[in-house]
């Protein structure tokens, strides 16, 4: 769950999916290691607030659904994570799924540090 992800959509039960391309703006969220979610809109920080994780429904025959809390904004989604990507649930009746990916840090590639054949690639293709 730590780490960076950006968002990819929101889909409702009575509405058009919602998209970056849709809705013209790219938005992520950073959640650290010291309990703090970081929110971006267009790589800029919009809000933060410290959240919480705990698991729910331990009782006989209930499933276990994993929650995160925000602490300040008095909001719990649902949330599990499958591999790259994060799917978190609103709790409060609103059918909302939003799922995001997760942002691979490390080294970006530029084009000085490719390999030589794209280089001579992109040096004859203007």
Do not use: C
Request: glycine residues 8%.
């Amino acid at each position: 769950m730590l780490g960076r992800w950006e968002w990819q959509q929101t889909a409702t039960s009575n509405k058009i999916a919602l998209t970056p391309a849709n809705t013209g703006h790219h938005m992520a969220v950073h959640f650290d290691q010291r309990g703090r979610a970081r929110f971006y809109q267009d790589d800029k920080l919009v809000s933060a607030a410290a959240f919480t994780l705990r698991r729910d429904g331990m009782g006989f025959h209930e499933p276990v659904r994993h929650i995160i809390t925000y602490r300040g904004y008095q909001v719990t989604q649902y949330y599990s994570v499958i591999g790259n990507q994060l799917q978190l649930q609103d709790t409060d009746g609103r059918v909302a799924t939003h799922s995001y990916i997760r942002v691979v840090s490390g080294p970006k590639n530029t084009l000085g540090s490719a390999d030589p054949s794209l280089r001579l690639l992109h040096a004859s293709n203007p």
